[in-house]
Nanobody
Framework: QVQLVESGGGSVQVGGSLRLSCAVSGDTISGYSMGWFRQAPGKEREGVAFIDSDGSTTYADSVKGRFTISQDNAKNTLYLQMNSLKPEDTAMYYC????????????????WGQGTQVTVSS
């Protein structure tokens, strides 16, 4: 049973930084495509950043140049470094995993974490 547990969320002021972590158990992360999604109140869930099993990365236009997705296979952990945070980045952030990238990017991965809240205040 694959489990994903996010951490690292919190409250930060505009322009600040946070690093989210997603600890994976039950299987090795290297065999999966991984990603971060977010959902703000009253809005649809959106994909933020993805990393394929070959290490290639993809970002939403809204976070390009500010967010960096990475993974540490030895720690079986996914990260999202978020810099220059804006109020519109406020959302619940979810980690997700699937063996197939195409299912991840359409928002239908096999595995989801429980989410971690990020709040950016001005």
């Amino acid at each position: 049973q694959v489990q994903l547990v996010e951490s690292g969320g919190g409250s930060v002021q505009v322009g600040g930084s946070l690093r989210l972590s997603c600890a994976v158990s039950g299987d090795t992360i290297s065999g999966y495509s991984m990603g971060w999604f977010r959902q703000a109140p009253g809005k649809e869930r959106e994909g933020v950043a993805f990393i394929d099993s070959d290490g290639s990365t993809t970002y939403a236009d809204s976070v390009k140049g500010r967010f960096t997705i990475s993974q540490d296979n030895a720690k079986n952990t996914l990260y999202l470094q978020m810099n220059s945070l804006k109020p519109e980045d406020t959302a619940m952030y979810y980690c997700a995993a699937d063996r197939l990238f195409r299912f991840l990017v359409i928002g239908s991965p096999d595995h989801w974490g429980q989410g971690t809240q990020v709040t950016v205040s001005s």
